[in-house]
């Protein structure tokens, strides 16, 4: 392997036999392997890359892709079908929550315990043992066995010894995703400085702002085959357009009263896209949400409409009745529509879920509810940067420098 290569994948295959019960297992041993009782699972199927001393490279792709068992290969923790890996330098692996700690040693005793499995020596530990009780913060809980610890707990003193024992190699499977944010801010911010010294990156997150954030390359898994791979942002963009025309399917409206039902939810103010089948909405550039309902016989309670708009994970951005402005939707029989305006639109670039729902006056009886009712998307503007703006709303705001 090359000096300049850190780690070098070649038609890396990994399959599991799966058996029905424990007693299939014990079958095939008697009969020698004559017989088959299993199925075969294949988890990583034949992957090549390589990835050079000092590059950043996400792994992305669905659950099941094989993005842990690919890293769980890298790392040796697993043994592959065929194929090899090679690995050129000290790798150090945030993988599976609290893995390679002993739940009965304390914290003080699994950091040195980690420094005797990465063969460094106990004088040097003592050293980094400084740094690393300072950024894990667990305070007096480092002398506590680790099986009382939480799972944030766990992550803070797992990350902060996988990232001070002077790695060439730091791979980090989505373990994040349990700290809190102040500390992701500060293991991100870490990360960084590592990646700034020329520590090698192999990233696994859900989270495509850390992935353009610290990555300049980027491998889509998909069924257990490299899909994907290349530019960080263009292979970042393409998994969440794709993703995202997986999920463009709504909703059945449900009607709770007879008398009741939603007929339609559209988008006005955008251009329809055929492909994927929603409303692209351009940013900044307010829209309407027209909700369409019927009565065949009067709301005796008064009759007022909500509306919900979420992130496409499902996360609430914004909500609201008619009653929130003070007024009730018409409640006679026929066919009524509701306008909900937005101006000024400032929801960042994504896409975005519709809920609406019915209730009477006092908010004790639903009449119907429709979840999700349509999808939209606020396309970006050419100058847009995602890795410039966070969230899902940009607050009217006045940016100015104050000279003291």
């Given amino acids: 392997m090359c000096s300049d290569v850190a780690i070098s994948v070649k038609n890396l295959t990994k399959t599991y036999r799966i058996f029905g019960n424990p007693g299939d297992r014990i079958k095939q041993v008697l009969t020698f392997g004559r017989m088959r009782f299993h199925r075969e699972f294949t988890a990583v199927r034949d992957v090549s890359f390589e990835i050079k001393a000092g590059e950043t490279v996400g792994i992305i792709g669905r659950n099941g892709s094989g993005k842990s068992t690919m890293l769980q290969l890298i790392c040796g923790i697993l043994k592959s079908s065929s194929g090899t890996v090679d690995v050129n330098g000290r790798i150090s692996a945030l993988l599976e929550l609290g893995a390679g700690f002993n739940p009965e040693f304390t914290g003080r005793e699994n950091v040195f315990f980690q420094g005797a499995v990465m063969n460094i020596a106990k004088e040097e530990m003592e050293r980094r043992f400084v740094e690393i009780e300072a950024f894990a913060d667990i305070g007096e809980f480092i002398d506590q066995p680790v099986r009382t610890y939480s799972s944030g707990m766990f992550v803070r003193l797992a990350f902060a010894v996988a990232t001070h024992v002077e790695p060439d190699i730091l791979v980090v499977d989505e373990a994040l995703a349990v700290g809190d944010l102040a500390f992701q801010i500060k293991c991100i911010n870490h990360m960084q400085r590592l990646v700034d010294s020329g520590v090698a990156l192999l990233l696994v997150s859900h989270n495509m702002y850390h992935v353009r954030r610290l990555c300049r390359r980027c491998i889509y898994l998909h069924n257990g085959t490299v899909y994907r791979d290349g530019n960080a942002d263009d292979v970042a963009n393409a998994y969440e357009s794709e993703l995202l025309q997986s999920i463009s399917a709504v909703g059945q409206p449900n009607s709770q009263h007879s008398d009741f039902k939603f007929c339609s939810v559209e988008i006005e103010g955008g251009s329809h896209q055929s492909e994927p089948a929603w409303q692209s909405v351009a940013m900044s550039s307010p829209f309407a949400v027209d909700i369409t309902y019927q009565l065949t016989a009067p709301a005796k309670s008064g009759l007022q409409i909500g509306v919900v708009i979420k ?64 999808h939209f998307e606020i396309a970006p503007s050419s100058s847009f940067n995602k890795l410039h703006a966070i969230g899902n709303v940009s607050l009217p705001h006045r940016l100015e420098f104050l000279n003291k």
């Fill in 311 to 374: 992130t496409s994970n499902g996360t609430n951005v914004f909500g609201m009745t008619t009653q929130f402005d003070r007024i009730f939707a018409p409640d006679t029989p026929g066919s009524h529509v509701v306008r909900v305006t937005f101006e000024p639109n400032i929801l960042l670039p994504g896409i975005y879920g519709i809920s609406v729902s019915a209730f009477d006056a006092a908010y004790k009886d639903q009449l119907g509810f429709w979840d999700p009712a349509t």
